[in-house]
């Protein structure tokens, strides 16, 4: 059984969870632990000989240390690129909490020192008409850790994700900071200054901007022990 398991949520949608999720994984690895990663639900899916894949599923694939068939990394397929519902709807699927949840707790039961669990855009993405995708980590009851990139408007954004995350009874076990674009932000110690002082959970790194990102290498600019002291 997963010994850790985290629900990895952005302030927005391209914050850049999947290389952060991997990032972890891989400084995971790097201590020596068992990890699985997994995206319940992708959109943006394209075919392939194996059926729909997705490239952010498969890198957590590829960063993980265990084995698993790629429909438990990442049970949901859904072609189009636009917001899980919507590519649901028009698909003619249902997106539910509890059938997420299911899925998340399967995993959970594999033999691993830390899962971590991708959601998708922020905390109120709508799985469908009445439910968001926060639901999934309420019912888990897992910690949450924030990815907040690094540009104008990120402070309000933090600290308005992890209110709405404290608010719905969960802890925001860390927060990672990502440079999502090349040129770096007008005042940015500033802003990382305030956000260390403000969030209220410890900075796990940030990560500096790559045209390639590889997860292994970025991994030297995260330090995990927090995750895991207790």
């Given amino acids: 059984m997963a010994r850790k398991s985290f629900f990895i949520t952005g302030t927005d949608t391209e914050v850049g969870k999947t290389i952060v999720s991997a990032t972890i994984l891989e400084a995971a690895k790097a201590m020596g632990k068992r990890t699985i990663g997994m995206k319940p639900v992708a959109s943006g899916c394209e075919q392939t000989p194996e059926g729909l894949r997705n490239e952010d599923a498969l890198m957590l694939q590829a960063a993980m240390t265990e084995s698993l068939p790629y429909d438990r990394i990442n049970p949901v397929t859904l072609e189009p690129a636009i917001a899980p519902h919507v590519a649901a709807e028009q698909a003619g699927r249902q997106l539910t909490a509890q059938r997420l949840v299911g899925f998340c707790r399967g995993l959970q039961m594999q033999p691993a020192d830390l899962l971590l669990i991708e959601g998708a855009g922020g905390w109120r993405v709508p ?85 390639d990102p590889n997860p292994e290498v970025l991994a030297d600019f995260l330090k995990l022990d927090a995750l895991f002291e207790n």
């Fill in 127 to 211: 799985l469908n008409d009445r439910e968001t995708y926060s639901a999934v980590a309420q019912e888990l009851g897992v910690g949450v850790i924030l990815v907040v990139p690094l540009r104008l408007g990120c402070i309000n954004h933090a600290l308005l994700s992890a209110e709405a995350i404290r608010s719905d009874g969960l802890t925001l076990a860390g927060w990672v900071a990502n440079r999502p674009e090349q040129e770096t932000m007008s005042c940015e110690q500033e802003t990382l200054n305030y956000l260390l002082s403000h969030l209220g959970a410890p900075c796990l790194g940030v990560l500096p901007w790559h045209q």
